[in-house]
């Protein structure tokens, strides 16, 4: 994208390596290829395959508000990869290079200099971003690349579909998943442990659209027909539930003062009864509006009487919407900040208030929130579809005025909406570049609302549904994606907007009769089951995101196994055991009184290390001793984990001997 003249300059040694590069010509970009084992290979900054926003200077790429330049790197093994970038500074920014998870940061200085970093990475295709993440607005602040170097790695610098859906495959393969090792209080060696994942660790959710009066009777608990076959499968494809409809203001608050909020609690409710994340929308929109609130921002404009009242009314609907008895997970303030706020008429939001303005609500909003600390997310569309650099400028402008208000970023989370009609204009690399731009705002994204249009073919939908999956869970600062129309109704009308359903050509459902009886999945549903591993439709059980085995008890009374992240069952002797998996955890324990309590007798103290010091090397690990020293003082009393009276562990060490004679007086459970 924005890929204008090219040039490429190799560091060394190159002319007895041109059989290595492969050119591929045409108005996209430049496709080269180069061994691993040759040399390193320079592109300049205003030849690389993506680049954000900004100006050519000569060979360079100027960037002047937060964005970034990246190009595309594949390995054929794991190995080591050097990453350098000639770079000059005005002003004092910020540089961070980023492969994956790994971040390499650098205060650039006038003047050209190199910033190198060596990266260690799994085989795959990778995105090299190198970003500007500190502009706030400093007059003459910027950041200059002149060429970016990689040594290690072949280089494909092409924007294209395969490579974004390469690149992401390589993250989910690697970093949604990682190894554990897991020991559970007495198992024996050979045993059998079956390992099942429950849930994933991102949120795949569903919208639901019931009335705010609560009239809607789907989410009840009645055990109707159309109940229990309308949450079953719910239930059965989503672990996130989002409020598609009840949260607009124009149905909350038809007549000023008397506001009408059973829907959302209806919501709320079945999310907190069925450990769902939950999603609430909106607070505030330049459209669905109460006809009395569309009348005070018309006035507005001209009136400060009548900006004071609807600034009295937002207050207000923040009390009753925020902090009304509902406590959902994370919030859209403002919907559509941008796109019809910002490019809206002068009685927008946006436009009537600023950017200081609408920082102040998500302050309040976040005062509000008395108990409990929700995402604040600003949602928008077109993100990743061409308008990411715009819509970048108008969160930093209201992350900026946060700052200089003195509140901080107010912004928590970036939602981003996604339809499409057609295959043509969903293209996976013009996603893979808004998410880009987005992930160097260091905020988590989600995919708030997708959906096809109804022209769009099964087929069609059902791929790029695939596709979009791929990308955002493929993507390291992706948090969640919603599926906005889930299912298509005959017939139906939108109870919300008494209209056709927006989106219905991605669908997962087709429903023919009313209490859901003749609910068919679609192609897409389809895709979406396999892909999640709900249900195995390709053939193929092993390409799902899910974890299910079965693993033996190790001569250390140790599981091991490779896994996605998040909340695990694991079921040994008759018994469940629940775990997480997370990122950066690879070593657990189950079945214990307490992480580290070897002698199971409550407390983590010098008995527990005796303990392990005498089954070092073959009951315990080193990994073991970690979970000891991490844990070392914690006690349980009445059931309630705290901490009791006892020395810290480099103490409790050197008086090992006299604490073995106490505890050589305990009695003792062995494992």
Same mark, same amino acid.
């Given at each position: 994208?924005?890929?204008?003249? *090219?040039?490429? +300059?190799?560091?060394?040694?190159?002319?007895?390596?041109?059989?290595?590069?492969?050119?591929?010509?045409?108005?996209?970009?430049?496709?080269?290829?180069?061994?691993?084992?040759?040399?390193?290979?320079?592109?300049?900054?205003?030849?690389? #395959?993506?680049?954000?926003?900004?100006?050519?200077?000569?060979?360079?790429?100027?960037?002047?508000?937060?964005?970034?330049?990246?190009?595309?790197?594949?390995?054929?093994?794991?190995?080591?990869?050097?990453?350098?970038?000639?770079?000059?500074?005005? %002003?004092?920014?910020?540089?961070?290079?980023?492969?994956?998870?790994?971040?390499?940061?650098?205060?650039?200085?006038?003047?050209?200099?190199?910033?190198?970093?060596?990266?260690?990475?799994?085989?795959?295709?990778?995105?090299?971003?190198?970003?500007?993440?500190? /502009?706030?607005?400093?007059?003459?602040?910027?950041?200059?690349?002149?060429?970016?170097?990689?040594?290690?790695?072949?280089?494909?610098?092409?924007?294209?579909? %395969?490579?974004?859906?390469?690149?992401?495959?390589?993250? &989910?393969?690697?970093?949604?998943?990682?190894?554990?090792?897991?020991?559970?209080?007495?198992?024996?060696?050979?045993?059998?442990?079956?390992?099942?994942?429950? +849930?994933?660790?991102?949120?795949?959710?569903?919208?639901?659209?019931?009335?705010?009066?609560?009239?809607?009777?789907?989410?009840?608990?009645?055990?109707?027909? *159309?109940?229990?076959?309308?949450?079953?499968?719910?239930?059965?494809?989503?672990?996130?539930? #989002?409020?598609?409809?009840?949260?607009?203001?124009?149905?909350?608050?038809?007549?000023?003062?008397?506001?009408?909020?059973?829907?959302?609690?209806?919501?709320?409710?079945?999310?907190?009864?069925?450990?769902?994340?939950?999603?609430?929308?909106?607070? &505030?929109?330049?459209?669905?509006?109460?006809?009395?609130?569309?009348?005070?921002?018309?006035?507005?404009?001209?009136?400060?009487?009548?900006?004071?009242?609807?600034?009295?009314?937002?207050?207000?609907?923040?009390?009753?919407?925020?902090?009304?008895?509902?406590?959902?997970?994370?919030?859209?303030?403002?919907?559509?900040?941008?796109?019809?706020?910002? *490019?809206?008429?002068?009685?927008?939001?946006?436009?009537?208030?600023?950017?200081?303005?609408?920082?102040?609500?998500?302050?309040?909003?976040?005062?509000?929130?008395?108990?409990?600390?929700?995402?604040?997310?600003?949602?928008?569309?077109?993100?990743?579809?061409?308008?990411?650099?715009?819509?970048?400028?108008? *969160?930093?402008?209201?992350?900026?005025?946060?700052?200089?208000?003195?509140?901080?970023?107010?912004?928590?989370?970036?939602?981003?909406?996604?339809?499409?009609?057609?295959?043509?204009?969903?293209?996976?690399?013009?996603?893979?570049?808004?998410?880009?731009?987005?992930?160097?705002?260091?905020?988590?994204?989600?995919?708030?609302?997708?959906?096809?249009?109804?022209?769009?073919?099964?087929?069609?939908?059902?791929?790029?549904?695939?596709?979009?999956? +791929?990308?955002?869970?493929?993507?390291?600062?992706?948090?969640?994606?919603?599926?906005?129309?889930?299912?298509?109704?005959?017939?139906?009308?939108?109870?919300?907007?008494?209209?056709?359903?927006?989106?219905?050509?991605?669908?997962?459902?087709?429903?023919?009769?009313?209490?859901?009886?003749? #609910?068919?999945?679609?192609?897409?549903?389809?895709?979406?089951?396999?892909?999640?591993? @709900?249900?195995?439709?390709?053939?193929?059980?092993?390409?799902?995101?899910?974890?299910?085995?079965?693993?033996?008890?190790?001569?250390?009374?140790? @599981?091991?196994?490779?896994?996605?992240?998040? /909340?695990?069952?694991?079921?040994?002797?008759?018994?469940?055991?629940?775990?997480?998996?997370?990122?950066?955890?690879?070593?657990? #324990?189950?079945?214990?009184?307490?992480?580290?309590?070897?002698?199971?007798?409550? @407390?983590?103290?010098?008995?527990?290390?005796?303990?392990? +010091?005498?089954?070092?090397?073959?009951?315990?690990?080193?990994?073991?001793?970690? &979970?000891?020293?991490?844990?070392?003082?914690?006690?349980?009393?009445?059931?309630?984990?705290?901490?009791?009276?006892?020395?810290?562990?480099?103490?409790?060490?050197?008086?090992?001997?006299?604490?073995?004679?106490?505890?050589?007086?305990?009695?003792?459970?062995?494992?």
């Amino acid at each position: 994208m924005r890929v204008r003249s *090219l040039s490429l +300059r190799y560091t060394v040694g190159m002319a007895a390596n041109r059989r290595n590069l492969t050119y591929c010509s045409g108005a996209i970009g430049l496709l080269f290829v180069l061994s691993t084992a040759g040399p390193a290979i320079t592109i300049d900054g205003n030849a690389l #395959a993506l680049k954000s926003e900004g100006t050519s200077n000569g060979t360079s790429w100027v960037l002047s508000n937060n964005g970034y330049v990246g190009t595309y790197i594949t390995l054929t093994a794991p190995t080591s990869v050097t990453v350098a970038v000639s770079a000059d500074g005005a %002003a004092n920014p910020s540089m961070d290079v980023v492969i994956d998870d790994t971040r390499a940061s650098y205060a650039v200085a006038t003047g050209l200099h190199t910033y190198s970093h060596t990266y260690s990475l799994p085989a795959g295709t990778h995105f090299v971003r190198t970003q500007l993440t500190n /502009d706030s607005g400093i007059s003459g602040r910027q950041l200059t690349i002149n060429s970016l170097s990689v040594a290690g790695a072949s280089v494909s610098n092409i924007n294209s579909d %395969a490579n974004a859906l390469a690149a992401s495959d390589t993250y &989910i393969a690697n970093f949604r998943k990682g190894n554990a090792t897991v020991k559970i209080a007495g198992l024996s060696p050979g045993q059998q442990v079956n390992v099942s994942l429950k +849930r994933i660790a991102f949120n795949f959710g569903g919208g639901v659209k019931v009335k705010d009066d609560g009239s809607t009777t789907i989410l009840g608990n009645g055990g109707t027909t *159309l109940q229990q076959n309308y949450q079953s499968r719910f239930n059965q494809n989503f672990n996130t539930i #989002a409020a598609n409809g009840p949260g607009y203001w124009e149905w909350n608050e038809p007549m000023q003062g008397q506001p009408v909020t059973a829907g959302l609690h209806q919501v709320y409710d079945y999310a907190a009864s069925h450990g769902l994340y939950s999603r609430e929308h909106n607070l &505030i929109w330049d459209m669905s509006q109460p006809d009395w609130v569309d009348s005070l921002k018309t006035q507005a404009v001209a009136s400060q009487a009548a900006k004071n009242n609807l600034s009295a009314a937002i207050q207000n609907r923040i009390g009753y919407y925020i902090a009304g008895g509902t406590k959902f997970n994370e919030i859209d303030i403002y919907n559509e900040s941008y796109n019809r706020g910002q *490019l809206g008429g002068n009685n927008t939001y946006w436009n009537l208030y600023g950017p200081t303005g609408i920082a102040k609500i998500y302050h309040d909003a976040k005062v509000a929130a008395t108990g409990y600390s929700p995402k604040l997310v600003v949602n928008d569309y077109g993100i990743l579809q061409g308008n990411s650099d715009a819509f970048g400028k108008n *969160l930093d402008s209201l992350q900026q005025a946060g700052v200089a208000a003195g509140y901080g970023p107010v912004v928590d989370a970036i939602g981003m909406q996604y339809y499409s009609s057609n295959l043509n204009e969903a293209q996976p690399s013009n996603m893979f570049y808004g998410l880009q731009n987005m992930n160097v705002r260091g905020l988590p994204t989600e995919l708030t609302e997708f959906g096809t249009f109804a022209e769009t073919s099964a087929t069609d939908s059902a791929t790029i549904l695939g596709q979009a999956m +791929r990308l955002m869970f493929g993507n390291p600062s992706s948090t969640g994606f919603i599926v906005w129309d889930w299912y298509k109704a005959t017939s139906e009308i939108d109870p919300i907007c008494n209209c056709a359903q927006f989106a219905p050509g991605a669908a997962l459902y087709d429903v023919s009769a009313s209490d859901w009886s003749g #609910a068919t999945l679609t192609q897409a549903g389809k895709a979406w089951q396999d892909q999640l591993g @709900i249900h195995d439709w390709d053939g193929n059980p092993n390409n799902g995101w899910t974890t299910q085995l079965t693993a033996t008890v190790a001569a250390d009374g140790t @599981i091991s196994f490779n896994g996605f992240y998040g /909340d695990y069952e694991i079921t040994a002797n008759g018994k469940n055991y629940h775990m997480s998996l997370t990122k950066g955890t690879t070593s657990y #324990a189950l079945g214990y009184a307490l992480p580290g309590d070897f002698n199971l007798d409550g @407390i983590v103290d010098a008995a527990d290390y005796l303990l392990w +010091r005498k089954g070092r090397g073959t009951i315990y690990s080193p990994a073991d001793y970690m &979970i000891w020293r991490t844990n070392f003082g914690k006690a349980i009393a009445s059931g309630v984990l705290s901490a009791a009276s006892v020395p810290e562990p480099a103490s409790a060490l050197l008086c090992v001997l006299g604490a073995a004679a106490t505890a050589q007086r305990k009695a003792r459970t062995s494992r």
